[in-house]
């Protein structure tokens, strides 16, 4: 039930979202924030992502790459969404993304192979630069050794602003 909650949840949202639909182009986020935020080992994180147009039934091909402050480090690819209210101004946008983690001197999440899932909110200006929050969470659905899967979390500050044409 735990894994089907958010997919029931991002069906909800979808459901009563007044727009789905982005008008805006390539996007480059910049994010700072903290690394398994509800564990012991907490550890300052910052990231980089770039999003494209919306493409495949409005959805976002994405990609980035993050760091933390104990040397740890992952790659990803995946899809994002844009759910708009007020008048195109708040934006939720979830996402999910499959990558390689490199533990570094930080968190053993239990294989290489990890899944980030979770969501930005974020409020548009006129520029169509974005500033808001992000909440994500690394799992590596028990492919590691025994099943290993502690996963971890991360609160993060975001902006992001338009690059291309759109």
Same mark, same amino acid.
């Not at 979830?94 to 909110?121: I, Q």
């Not at 690394?138 to 979390?153: I, T, V, Y």
């Given at each position: 039930?735990? @894994? ?5 949840? =991002?069906? %909800?949202?979808?459901? /009563?979202? $007044?727009?789905?639909?982005?008008? #805006? ?16 080992? =907490?550890?300052?994180?910052?990231? &980089? ?11 976002? $091909? ?6 933390? #402050? ?18 195109? @101004?708040?934006? &939720? ?9 490199? +533990? ?11 899944? +980030? ?6 409020? +548009?200006?006129? !520029? ?12 590596? %659905?028990?492919?590691?050794? !025994?099943?290993? !899967? $502690? ?6 500050? /975001?902006?992001?602003? $338009?690059?291309?044409?759109?």
């Amino acid at each position: 039930m735990k @894994r089907i909650a958010p997919a029931l949840a =991002a069906a %909800a949202l979808l459901a /009563t979202s $007044p727009a789905v639909a982005a008008e #805006t182009g390539h996007l480059l986020d910049v994010s700072m924030g903290i690394f398994d935020m509800l564990d012991d080992g =907490a550890a300052g994180e910052a990231r &980089l992502e770039w999003r494209g147009k919306p493409a495949l039934w409005w959805f976002r $091909p994405m990609a980035g790459v993050m760091a933390t #402050t104990d040397s740890a480090a992952y790659g990803y690819a995946g899809l994002a969404l844009e759910i708009w209210w007020l008048d195109k @101004r708040v934006v &939720l946008t979830p996402s999910a993304a499959v990558g390689a983690y490199h +533990r570094g001197n930080g968190k053993d999440l239990g294989h290489t192979l990890e899944f +980030r899932t979770g969501a930005a909110l974020q409020y +548009r200006m006129d !520029n169509d630069a974005r500033v808001g929050i992000a909440f994500h969470h690394l799992s590596n %659905a028990g492919l590691g050794k !025994n099943k290993k !899967n $502690p996963g971890a979390e991360s609160l993060m500050l /975001t902006y992001s602003w $338009p690059i291309g044409s759109r």
